[in-house]
């Protein structure tokens, strides 16, 4: 009975009526957050393997200075179509927190935590069911609140002015925590049924990358990641594993403009390696992404240095609805100033995105908002 009754709760978590759930985004084990600073946002990702606050590349943490210590907080919006109906939902979460020093005169070092994989959510639904010679009423109600999260120690060397390069280890970590309940109409008679479970997951990876300067005001930057074992456990067993996904990245840089950046960004991520963790409803999927965007100086505030930052990514989701792929267009805005004599930015972004598939749309909004303090 065991072995079934495991394979029954991985499933609970990675379908779920979408009319209740809310959220196209959310399916399989949850949304892939990017693991982007707020800066990195308002490009829509198209700095992140040049920007030290993100942990993608490690082959850019040199770029933080003599050290450095970022965090944000990113609220979701979102509303589908399901039915004919319109349903609102809320997330917030705290995607990236990076800190990290310089380790002698070349070496620098970092530990990051982020967000891989976001996954809150409530179904509920009208069921009926046989108790004896009768049928009878009842609501079946399931929450999930969890997340699969990238805990990352970095140390990136520069060779030269033209060339940086950095190697990292990844431990994944998380949980979701279910509540299943079956409420009857007829509480009196018949009570309430409910089970409380934690899944739990652990998992490992390598990444390395580099920084280099190719050309005159052109940066070349790209970073791979190599997923090891993942597992899922219920309690003290082991209910499934499979493989963390892996991911390639490239992106091209120009900053020949004065004090602004301009630059594209594509990256492949190998999600179909976790598919055995799940069910055959799981419908996970390699995705490729393309990102475009600019950081540009903008007007001086009090003396403070301003940017203004816009960008447009597109990627499908890795997990897919009824069958059906995801997609997901952005369109990205964002804002940052320096204070402190520049020893601290604020940025500030809002993402913009139309997500499809399986013949429903969502529309989702993201604001992130983050500190960065370099002393």
């Given amino acids: 009975m065991r072995p079934c009754l495991i394979t029954a709760l991985v499933a609970s978590c990675v379908a779920a009526p979408l009319a209740a759930q809310g959220s196209l985004s959310l399916q399989g084990f949850g949304y892939p957050t990017g693991q982007i600073s707020a800066r990195a946002a308002g490009t829509a990702s198209a700095l992140a393997e040049t920007d030290p606050s993100s942990p993608i ?46 380790a002698g005169t070349r070496g620098f070092i970092a530990a990051s935590f982020a967000t891989l994989l976001d996954r809150t959510w409530d179904a509920s639904y009208s069921d009926t069911v046989q ?11 399931t929450s999930v609140r969890g997340a699969i999260n990238d805990a990352r120690i970095a140390y990136a060397w520069t060779f030269s002015e033209r060339l940086q390069v950095g ?43 580099v920084v ?38 490239a992106s091209l840089t ?27 409803a799981l419908n996970a999927r390699d995705v490729t992404e393309l990102a475009v965007g600019a950081d540009i100086a903008g007007p001086k505030f009090q003396g403070a240095v301003t ?16 069958g059906h792929a ?33 013949g429903l749309r969502e529309t989702g909004t993201i604001l992130s908002v983050g500190l960065t303090v370099r002393p």
């Fill in 57 to 102: 590349n490690p082959g850019a943490l040199p770029a933080g200075g003599r050290s450095v210590f970022s965090f944000q907080i990113d609220p979701e919006f979102r509303h589908v179509i399901v039915g004919g109906r319109g349903v609102s939902t809320k997330t917030v979460r705290f995607p990236v927190i990076t800190f990290g020093a310089k």
């Fill in 131 to 141: 108790v004896g010679v009768d049928r009878v009423p009842s609501t079946v109600s």
């Fill in 212 to 249: 280099s300067r190719v050309l005159e005001h052109w940066y070349a930057a790209g970073s791979l990641r190599l997923g090891g074992t993942m597992r899922t456990r219920l309690d003290d067993s082991l209910a499934t594993h499979a493989n963390a996904p892996n991911r390639f990245g």
């Fill in 307 to 322: 940017q203004v930052r816009l960008g447009a990514r597109s990627r499908d989701l890795p997990f897919g609805w009824n």
């Fill in 254 to 280: 120009y900053d020949g403009i004065p004090g602004s950046q301009l630059a594209v960004r594509v990256a492949h991520e190998q999600w179909s390696r976790m598919q055995s963790l799940g069910t055959a």
């Fill in 326 to 358: 995801v997609s997901e267009q952005t369109l990205a805005f964002g804002a940052g100033s320096t204070f402190a004599r520049g020893w601290a930015s604020f940025d500030v972004s809002l993402q913009r995105s139309a997500r499809k598939g399986g």
């Fill in 167 to 209: 190697v990292a280890f990844h431990a994944f970590t998380g949980g979701n925590r279910m509540r299943l309940e079956r409420l009857f109409a007829d509480s009196t008679t018949f009570g309430t049924l409910s089970q409380f479970t934690n899944l739990s997951y652990a998992g490992s990876a390598v990444s390395a990358g």
